[in-house]
């Protein structure tokens, strides 16, 4: 059993950046995939990034983030990052960390069985 807890979520301008952590309980942080996804009012929860399990030594993006956000992990402390970048109104919505077995592309919903609470992004322009 894994439980998530997101955090560093908040209101920020056009061109600015934030970093979201979440953090993870558990002693097999380290076995999983963990990915981030975010929802915008109306809209069905996308994929936004995606890193393997132990060293983390894969990552990938959807499109629409690629070179502004990047995702990391901290082993030790239990805890994958988000920094986020460049970030544009579009952007906003509620970001979800979610953990999964390291198996598949880490680009769907159903490949992740632990979902944290969410934490509000607003971009303003």
């Known amino acids: 059993q894994v439980q998530l807890v997101e955090s560093g979520g908040g209101l920020v301008q056009a061109g600015g950046s934030l970093r979201l952590s979440c953090a993870a309980s558990g002693r097999t942080f380290s076995s999983y995939r963990m990915g981030w996804f975010r929802q915008a009012p109306g809209k069905e929860r996308e994929f936004v990034a995606t890193i393997t399990a132990w060293s983390g030594g894969s990552t990938f993006y959807a499109d629409s983030v690629k070179g502004r956000f990047t995702i990391s992990r901290d082993n030790a402390e239990n805890t994958v990052y988000l920094q986020m970048n460049s970030l544009k109104p579009e952007d906003t919505a509620v970001y979800y960390c979610?953990?999964?077995?390291?198996?598949?592309?880490?680009?769907?919903?159903?490949?992740?069985?632990?979902w944290g609470q969410g934490t509000q992004v607003t971009v303003s322009s």
């Open positions: 979610a953990a999964g077995p390291n198996i598949g592309a880490g680009t769907r919903r159903y490949e992740y069985n632990y």
